[in-house]
């Protein structure tokens, strides 16, 4: 494969608190590219409640998930822009830093794929990059798909990894990825019940969700 087609993958969340679900999905993604994949903390996510953790506590987590695993990395260039933090604006971002022929892919879960028309200027994010979508347990399965995504797929997607490789963006695919029923959610909720986190998190996290004190229903 010659560098210019090394892919550039990204996967954006809360990560509140990072756990093996995302874990897993990246790295079975960053195999089935050959590529590293970049983790970006949101720092407001649009849609969403605000996070329980700081930014800073989040992206300390996620510095320490990663460590170590050479495919995966931590991007905090979401946090260190101001206000709200659209996909389409990160990836204009990312697009002029490669340029315009490097193969860009945007990974989302299958549940957050679900929602993509109510995203920021959602269709242009196809003029950025591809998507693949992350499968996942609990998550709508195509046939509940909206009309607009059903259209989108009809037009865009494919299931060759390749196809993704040889353009630089425009396609769809959906990556099965270890079914793992694993969310940030229910990571907070054993905390908060008083059970163990062990194996739902890296134990590094888990030391420093520990020694932080994160996630008590009273520090929120
Ligand atoms: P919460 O429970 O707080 O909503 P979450 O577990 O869904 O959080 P996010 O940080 O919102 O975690 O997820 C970031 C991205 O990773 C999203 O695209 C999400 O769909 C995907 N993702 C999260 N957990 C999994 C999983 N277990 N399997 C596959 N994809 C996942």
């Known amino acids: 494969m010659s560098l210019a087609s090394t892919p550039t993958l990204i996967l954006g969340g809360t990560f509140d608190p990072i756990h093996v679900g995302h874990l897993r999905a990246a790295l079975e993604a960053a195999e089935a590219f050959g590529a590293i994949v970049r983790l970006l903390p949101a720092p407001v996510p649009?849609?969403?409640p605000?996070?329980?953790?700081?930014?800073?506590?989040?992206?300390?987590?996620?510095?320490?998930?990663?460590?170590?695993?050479?495919?995966?990395?931590?991007?905090d260039?979401?946090?260190r822009r101001a206000g709200p933090s659209y996909s389409v604006d990160t990836l204009g971002e990312l697009r002029t830093e490669l340029g315009a022929d490097t193969p860009l892919m945007m990974l989302v879960g299958a549940d957050a794929f679900a929602d993509l028309p109510s995203w920021m200027r959602w269709r242009e994010l196809f003029e950025l990059a591809h998507v693949v979508v992350l499968t996942r347990p609990g998550a709508v399965g195509r046939t509940a798909w909206s009309a607009e995504l059903t259209a989108l797929a009809r037009s865009?997607?494919?299931t060759a990894t390749g196809a993704l490789l040889a353009a630089a963006h425009g396609s769809l695919l959906c990556l099965p990825v270890t079914p793992l029923a694993i969310s940030a959610t229910a990571v907070?909720?054993?905390?908060?019940?008083?059970r163990s986190l062990r194996w739902l998190v890296p134990e590094p996290v888990l030391d420093y969700i520990e020694q932080h004190r994160l996630y008590r229903a009273t520090n929120r």
Do not use: C, F, I, Y
């Open 46 to 48: 649009p849609h969403r």
């Open 77 to 79: 260039r979401e946090l």
């Open 188 to 194: 907070r909720a054993a905390l908060q019940a008083g």
């Open 156 to 158: 865009r997607e494919t």
């Open 50 to 75: 605000q996070p329980w953790a700081s930014a800073a506590d989040r992206l300390a987590m996620l510095k320490l998930a990663v460590n170590e695993q050479p495919q995966l990395q931590a991007d």
